[in-house]
């Protein structure tokens, strides 16, 4: 009786250490997702302002161009027109890149005290464990020196 009464206790530490290491492991798995989302974020935000970039600069080369071919008074007017997209271009691709940085920022905001509530947990984890464990292991050991002796 005594024997079934020490597996038990023992197959029931055994357990909770198990259940640990299985939520510590998939603490850890969640916060590499979530490193790895942010940084997929983050470079998609550079990639769009990559190519916004690049399609301002197509479009006020093309523009240059047309300009060239036009009378005085068209270039001008072209001109003119050109510096007004630029601006608008321009002033959506900061709105795009404040916008960016601002998810980044709320990503990071949300990322950094999740993984850092989970490595203060991770530290505490064998402590709460071996507290948890010393009055099963207390027993464990009265039961095994009255059924010694």
Known sequence: ???????????????????????????????RELRRKAGELRDCAESRR?????RIKTQTQSAQERVKSQSRAA?????????????LASARVSD??????????????RVEPAVGKVQTQLST????????????????????GSSAA
């Open 96 to 109: 795009a890149k404040a916008q960016a940085q601002a998810l980044r920022n709320q990503v990071e905001a």
């Open 1 to 31: 009786m005594a024997t079934n009464v020490r597996k038990a206790l023992t197959d029931a530490g055994y357990i909770a250490v198990g259940l640990t290491v299985m939520g510590v492991q998939q603490a850890q798995i969640r916060g």
């Open 50 to 54: 990559h190519d916004a970039q690049a």
């Open 75 to 87: 270039q001008e007017r072209v001109k003119s027109q050109t510096q007004s997209a630029k601006d």
């Open 125 to 144: 984890v064998p402590e709460k464990v071996v507290q948890a464990m010393e009055p099963v292991a207390a027993r464990v050991r009265e039961i095994a």
